[in-house]
């Protein structure tokens, strides 16, 4: 039975076999974690069992006190009646698919995944399983990421456009994993320092010192008193758009790089002067490509848009279920500021 392995429970996704929880979303015994956003790491578990490339950012999160055993990739380690391992998804630094293996089984469990290259962490690695746990959040057709080449080349254009008007250009992101890949990726074409908002500084650094190349950075607040910061690139987590802090740059043109603003209109619909198309998830084509991948003979799928997934899984031969049909109870996900 697949509820054997993995199963459904108020605090979260459980493996009865092994006696631990996958990304709960209330205090338990034993968690494995699969990265560092604030809707799959909480704190207050006893024991978590995170990715070493990931570490410093589960410490940050979880803080100085959580107890954390971490491991090198596709190291195993016994839990219960379980091996487990974990692999790489490709989402951000540190991030992992949780392979378990157990009762003549293996199921792994995606986490969040991109197929897209990313600089700043290690690509995604599909592992061959009988049972595999997929991400939707943008499982639907119309989600197709443009190359990141690209998208750099389209937020230098813009960071043109408003140093030639003398305004500066704000582009929020998420500020773990979004922000962090956009100065990395912008060091393709550009040298120049980035300024960032407090929210950010600390995350940055963590990327650093995990050895990950990226623009220079500098806090806003460290500028003069009065500094108009025209022609300069500042980068904000969304949550600063409106609020006091934005009363410095009163002038800025404003963009937002996600993979929302592939949808028409969602640029306009939020206020963003600038729309950039790119997400640390999977796009359609990833999604499937994904399962074709792993091999399994069951999908379970959770988060997002799963039903047209699931259903084109199926029209094309794949045994796909809602992770739901498993049993159990999960409570429902609330989506992260960082999750896209």
Known sequence: MDGDLLLPRPEGLYCPAGDFFIDPMQPVARAVVTHAH?????????????ARAGGGLMRE???????????????????GETRVSLHPS????????VRIEGRGKVAVVSGDYKR???????????????????????????????????????ILGWLDE?????????????????????LAELTTRTGRTVHLHGAMLRLVEAYREAGVHMLPTEAVSDSARGKDFAGELVMAPP??????????FA????????????????????GYDRGFV?????????????????????????????EVLIRHLRENGHDALPLSALGGRMPELRRSEEGD
Request: hydrophobic residues 40%.
């Open 162 to 182: 408003c140093a030639a008007r003398s305004v500066p250009a704000v582009l929020f992101c998420y500020a773990l994993g979004k922000a962090q890949r956009l």
């Open 239 to 248: 949550s600063a758009a409106g609020s006091p802090w934005m009363r410095r």
């Open 61 to 79: 999160r979880l803080g100085a006190s959580a107890t954390l055993l971490e491991h090198d990739w596709n190291e195993a380690f016994t839990l």
């Open 90 to 97: 490709g989402h951000i630094l540190g991030a992992a698919q």
């Open 278 to 306: 790119v997400s640390d998830h999977a796009d359609w084509p990833g999604l499937v490509r994904s399962v074709e991948d792993c091999g399994a003979k069951r999908i379970y799928v959770t988060h997002g848009d799963g």
């Open 38 to 50: 604030g809707d799959h790491a909480r704190a207050g578990s006893a024991l978590y069992h995170v």
């Open 251 to 270: 002038k800025a043109s404003t963009g937002f790089a996600s993979g929302w603003m592939q949808v028409r209109g969602a640029r306009r619909r939020h």
């Open 116 to 154: 897209d290259p990313d600089p700043t962490c290690e690509p995604f690695e599909p592992v061959p399983c009988d049972i595999f746990v997929t991400e939707s959040t943008f499982g639907l057709p119309i989600y197709r990421w443009p190359p990141m080449s690209q998208v750099v080349v389209d």
